[in-house]
């Protein structure tokens, strides 16, 4: 019986301390995806940007950017975005494409949406949470407020019109005509659509603007953008 008893206790030992380190190696492994989520793919969207940005700049003194080509690959820069309310440095390269790999590295235009300052529907996806958060605080912005996109030959202004938390499933807000599938777009619009709530994905955040001023590079930018 003796022997026995000692038996049953060293079971219930050897699980326990299986147990702990069970729990210890989740307890690691978890605290590592933190880490890359929090720190490691915003340090990397970071120096994409970067890459991107100087890239872009260069283009732009050059023949032009991307953007100015008829057809671009996924991941080329297609203009910079400046949300004066985020502050004078706020700025983002949006790529070309919203693949998992694009958005990765910035903000994407949806590929079948307009280009900058075309007639039509400027779509671009972008991340709240993790990979550079570019639409962390798109939830403060308020109607009225400017978006201005830099495109190497111009600076196009957007006035913020509306907003709405949607179903993903919800494609009609990236339409010519934002919610109106099929209508024919007159006018130049620009389209944010980011995850709802910042660190879930259960709905999305979409926040629509039109072009109201567009001036020449060489003019220098619109107030409120370094």
Not at 34 to 57: G, I, K
Request: proline content about 6%.
């Amino acid at each position: 019986m003796l022997c026995v008893t000692r038996t049953f206790r060293n079971l219930i030992t050897s699980v326990i301390r299986l147990t702990a380190e069970l729990a210890l190696t989740a307890g690691f492994v978890l605290l590592l995806f933190a880490f890359y989520l929090l720190v490691w793919s915003n340090h990397r969207t970071e120096a994409a940007q970067d890459n991107l940005l100087a890239q872009f700049r260069t283009e732009a003194g050059k023949d032009g950017p991307a953007a100015s080509k008829k057809r671009l690959d996924p991941g080329d820069g297609v203009a910079v975005l400046h949300i004066p309310k985020f502050g004078k440095d706020w700025a983002f390269v949006v790529v070309e494409g919203t693949d998992t790999d694009d958005l990765r590295n910035g903000p994407g235009r949806f590929s079948d949406s307009a280009m900058p300052g075309e007639v039509g529907n400027f779509a671009i996806a972008g991340h709240r949470a993790t990979h550079g958060e570019p639409f962390a605080n798109l939830d403060s912005v308020d109607e009225g407020d400017q978006i201005v996109v830099e495109t190497g030959k111009e600076w196009l202004v957007y006035e913020i019109t509306w907003s709405r938390i949607v179903a993903p499933s919800a494609l009609e807000v990236i339409a010519p005509v934002a919610g109106h599938p099929g209508r024919k777009p007159t006018q130049s619009t620009m389209t944010l659509v980011t995850c709802h709530p910042r660190w879930g994905s259960t709905e999305r955040l979409v926040v629509g603007s039109q072009l109201v001023e567009r001036r020449k590079a060489a003019a220098g930018p619109p107030k409120g953008v370094a």
